[in-house]
Every structure is written in structure tokens, then in C-alpha cells.
């Protein structure tokens, strides 16, 4: 089993949408958690980090469910330049980043 | 923001070749960082380092070295390139402080014939 998994998408939504991408990860002694977006052939970029207490960036929502060793992302009233791979990160005690495979949002007009 | 550099963005080589990657960053962070990128695998680490005198291993580290030659430089190296090594290869750097998010080069293109 991998430690990060992902939806495997690719998601094709509209313009406008709501979509919702789930993450869950194996080594429960996780401590940081991330939401990272990458665009066709460039690096990572941090979108997010995700708190226990869920937070909100505009039309970004992250939660983190540490019982269940769940992270989500929501994003309304999608946009075409939100169309990319989001990357589920998670940080444990050793500072070691272990990435999910990612899963491709495109956002259609 | 970390300004990492990597050098160079796109090479081709041949089975056999031994490839070295560099990279910098401006800002002083301690923790660097090689991991590489495969379709449908994600990003898989090579190698970090926390400090000048400090190298680890990660999950894919056989048939790769790396050197920390000072706390702004960390290169990776392959010693004899083979045909799987085609990937693209991304230095980061940790601040270690608050969220402790990652910030990346723009990553090395790298072909083995």
C-alpha cells in the first residue's frame, strides 16, 4: 500500500464547479500536512496547508480528518486556470515529505 | 520566497554517461533535498541532506550520490546513467520554520539513451 494515496482522476469538470478531491495517507504519526498544485511541466507550488480545523483560502477548502487519516480539498466555482495536478504532501516526524501520485483537474469552458 | 537553481534544465545523454545535477538556493535554508518525478508515480525521494555533514538516504537512492558542498549547494550525481534514470528531477529546499512547506527549482530534464 502506498503511504499517500490520491483519486486517480483526471477530473474534467466545467467552468463553475464544484470539485472535491480526497487524499489518505498511512503512517498515523504524519505531522504536516500540504496540499501542493502542479502545472504541466513546472515544479510544485504549496496551494495549502491543512489544519485539523479545516481551513479556507478564497474558494480553497482543506480538512483534515486524523482519525480516519483523511485530507480533502474542495474548490468552488472552479476556473480554467485552476486546471492542474493537485498533490496530496504529507510531512511525518523524520521532516520527510512523502507525495500522493496526484490528480489532473481540468476545468472545461 | 527560497530561490533554487538547478542546472541544467534539459539534458540527453548515453547509457553509461556519468550525469551530474546541481542545485543552489539564495536563502540559506539547512534542508535540501533530490527527489524525481515519473508519470503515475509522483514525486519519489532520491536523497536529503539537514546539514553540510548530514546525508540521508531516501526510498530511491541506489545508483545515485549526492554532495553537499556547502550549505547553499547539492548535487546529484549519476555515476553510470541507465535508460530508467529518464525522469524529471526536482531540488527543494525546507525552511524548517512554521508550516515548513517545500519550495522547488523548476527541475531537470534529464533523457538516458
Known amino acids: 500500500r502506498k503511504e499517500v494515496e490520491q483519486d486517480p482522476g483526471p477530473f474534467n469538470v466545467p467552468e463553475g464547479a464544484t470539485v472535491a478531491f480526497n487524499c489518505t495517507y498511512s503512517?498515523?504519526?504524519?505531522?504536516?500536512f500540504f496540499w501542493y498544485r502542479q502545472d504541466c511541466r513546472k515544479e510544485p507550488k504549496l496551494l495549502m496547508s491543512?489544519?485539523?480545523s479545516g481551513n479556507e483560502d478564497g474558494r480553497f477548502t482543506a480538512q483534515l480528518n486524523r482519525a480516519s487519516q483523511y485530507i480533502s480539498l474542495l474548490i468552488r466555482d472552479s476556473k480554467l486556470s485552476d486546471s492542474a495536478t493537485y498533490l496530496c504532501?504529507?510531512?511525518?516526524?523524520?521532516?520527510?515529505?512523502?507525495f500522493g501520485p496526484g490528480t489532473r483537474l481540468s476545468v472545461l469552458p | 520566497d527560497a530561490d533554487v537553481t538547478q542546472t541544467p534544465r534539459n539534458r540527453i545523454t548515453k547509457t553509461g554517461k556519468r550525469i551530474m545535477l546541481e542545485c543552489s538556493q539564495t536563502?540559506?535554508?539547512?534542508?535540501m533535498y533530490w527527489y524525481r518525478q515519473d508519470p503515475g508515480l509522483g514525486l519519489r525521494l532520491i536523497y536529503y541532506?539537514?546539514?553540510?555533514?548530514?546525508?540521508n538516504k531516501g526510498e530511491i537512492s541506489d545508483g545515485y550520490s549526492v554532495s553537499r558542498q556547502a550549505q547553499a549547494k547539492f548535487s546529484l550525481s549519476l555515476e553510470s546513467a541507465i535508460p530508467n534514470q529518464t525522469a524529471l528531477y526536482f531540488c527543494?529546499?525546507?525552511?524548517?520554520?512554521?508550516?515548513?512547506?517545500?519550495?522547488f527549482g523548476e527541475g531537470s530534464r534529464l533523457t538516458v539513451l
Open positions: 536563502k540559506g535554508h539547512d534542508r
Open positions: 504532501v504529507v510531512k511525518d516526524y523524520g521532516q520527510n515529505f512523502v
Open positions: 541532506s539537514f546539514d553540510v555533514k548530514d546525508i
Open positions: 503512517n498515523s504519526a504524519s505531522q504536516s
Open positions: 527543494a529546499v525546507n525552511t524548517g520554520t512554521g508550516a515548513g512547506e517545500l519550495f
Open positions: 491543512v489544519y485539523s
